[in-house]
């Protein structure tokens, strides 16, 4: 999500090559020119990328009150579902097209690793606990509960071994033109190669393991049942279901129940609660895994996200090599659909179902199927996305992950409830139209997403960017 190629956006004079003679190879290693004729195609992948970013922002602060774009409770597909392998899609995307641009190998090595370091260093940051913004004026994490997942150290993980693995193959042999357009899988076999191993460690470590019955002690400190020592049954391998899957298995195993997302999205569904998929007072009947965490970032999903980060590598690949842009537009709608249908079949077919948390293979399909379509260039009359998109990582930080609004939060009146965001949102926004629900998303689309939007495009005009 960071701007990995920010230095790509050059503007360029052609979008679009001519066609290729009859006898030249229709893919070749592109040299820096080519790319700078295309730098200008790049622009979509700002404008996607800012469109992440706008969702994003959208289902966190809004969501609670419209739970329909809100994250699934836990099988199914919503709004906010869509946020993670954009990202990772994007990042896959970008990666041919920066590293292409780096000729030495032990420099590229370099940037990968320090740019893997600092995901970390800010996913775990603002996810580990540390910062409490926006809501509460308090830092700090207790060390023995902080969360070591996130979205960014799943993006820094995909990132790492993605470019790793292209910076290793990317001296591959130059392939003459094919009249079936295989030219390209075949010319980077190692990265299908990683997806394809990747897939069958997934699925035979999901369906195979056994997960034993349970114990956990409810740490959320604002939760009625705090302290309450709950006890799941399991006994048993190969189930999706929410409380004995092998990907929350392992990640009490391996990250210990203490480090997991304390507030996971299966609080919200039927079995737990009547509001569904509202949040609401848990049900006197609801099962006893309904109290418990769940990590949407663990360690098993975060192995099948890299599927996402591989395909996009893929568009990427098609975007540097593709000489004619009516040979690129076939390739992704080509796969793009192909990945839709094979999605959509295996989740109506209750063969795998598209669950974001378990990040089944399903899901995988349908949401990188679904990422071709904003980079086929609809978008381009989105400037505000594409100022967000230059300058993502300063957006996630403060308006996704709430600095900015919690540091405005900690100068309030009499009250930490009295404050010029609690007042905006109320009396500009919920109080004119009579509705909390409207109110607060017209707030986020205005006072949050339209409003970073402008201040990118001043930082834009002023050639500031923050970049990792």
Same mark, same amino acid.
């Given at each position: ?61 809004? %969501? ?23 990202? *990772? ?7 041919? /097209? ?53 979205? /960014? ?6 990132? @790492?071994? @993605? ?27 190692? &990265?299908? *190669? *990683? !997806?394809?191993?990747?897939? !069958? ?10 997960? $034993? ?21 399991? %006994? ?11 990907? %929350?298995?392992?990640?009490? &195993? ?7 997302? &304390? ?17 609401? $007072? ?6 006893? #895994? ?5 990590? $949407? ?14 395909? !996009? @590598? ?11 842009? /009516? ?29 974001? &948390? ?25 400037? $505000? ?25 900690? #100068? ?25 629900? @409207? ?22 005009? /002023? %050639?500031?960017?923050?970049? *990792?």
């Amino acid at each position: 999500m960071a701007s990995f190629e920010q230095d790509l956006h050059r503007p360029s004079h052609s979008i679009e090559d001519p066609p290729p003679p009859k006898n030249r190879p229709i893919i070749e290693i592109a040299d820096a020119e080519d790319l700078k004729r295309k730098s200008k195609r790049v622009a979509s992948l700002d404008i996607f990328r800012g469109l992440t970013v706008a969702i994003m922002i959208l289902v966190d602060d809004a %969501g609670g009150e419209w739970p329909v774009i809100a994250h699934a409770p836990w099988n199914g597909c919503n709004l906010a579902d869509f946020v993670m392998p954009f990202f *990772l899609f994007i990042v896959g995307m970008a990666i041919p /097209l920066s590293l292409k641009r780096i000729p030495n190998r032990l420099l590229a090595v370099k940037r990968v690793m320090i740019r893997t370091l600092k995901l970390l260093f800010w996913g775990i940051l603002l996810q580990g606990g540390y910062s409490h913004a926006p809501d509460k004026l308090t830092y700090g994490v207790d060390m023995k509960h902080i969360r070591w997942c996130g979205i /960014l150290q799943r993006i820094a993980l995909a990132y @790492v071994i @993605v470019s790793l693995l292209e910076i290793l193959t990317k001296n591959a042999k130059v392939v003459t033109e094919s009249p079936d357009h295989l030219s390209i899988f075949k010319l980077y076999c190692w &990265q299908w *190669l *990683l !997806g394809i191993c990747i897939l !069958g460690i997934y699925l035979i470590v999901i369906y195979t393991t056994y997960v $034993p019955d349970w114990v956990y002690t409810v740490k959320d400190i604002d939760s009625r049942d705090y302290g309450k020592v709950f006890a799941v049954k399991c %006994g048993t391998r190969g189930r999706l279901d929410p409380p004995c899957n092998a990907v %929350g298995y392992i990640d009490r &195993q391996v990250l210990g129940i203490n480090h997991m997302y &304390q507030h996971p999205a299966w609080k919200r569904s039927k079995a737990c609660t009547y509001d569904s998929p509202h949040a609401g $007072p848990f049900r006197k009947d609801a099962p006893s #895994w309904c109290h418990g965490p769940f990590e $949407p970032e663990g360690i098993l999903s975060s192995i099948s996200a890299i599927l996402s980060t591989i395909i !996009g @590598v893929h568009f990427g690949h098609v975007l540097v090599h593709m000489k004619s842009h /009516l040979d690129r537009i076939k390739q992704w709608v080509a796969m793009g659909a192909s990945l839709l249908v094979l999605g959509i079949v295996m989740h109506f077919s209750h063969a795998i179902p598209l669950n974001k &948390q378990l990040y089944s293979f399903s899901y995988v399909c349908v949401t990188a199927g679904a990422a071709h379509v904003d980079i086929i260039g609809l978008c381009y009359l989105f400037l $505000p996305l594409e100022w967000i998109g230059k300058n993502a990582m300063l957006v996630y930080v403060m308006a996704a992950a709430g600095i900015f609004a919690g540091f405005f939060n900690g #100068w309030y009146y009499e009250s930490p409830n009295n404050t010029l965001v609690y007042w905006i949102r109320k009396h500009i926004f919920i109080n004119v139209w009579h509705s909390e629900r @409207v109110g607060i998303l017209l707030y986020v689309i205005f006072a949050e997403i339209l409003f970073w939007a402008l201040v990118a495009g001043i930082l834009h005009c /002023l %050639g500031i960017y923050w970049k *990792l």
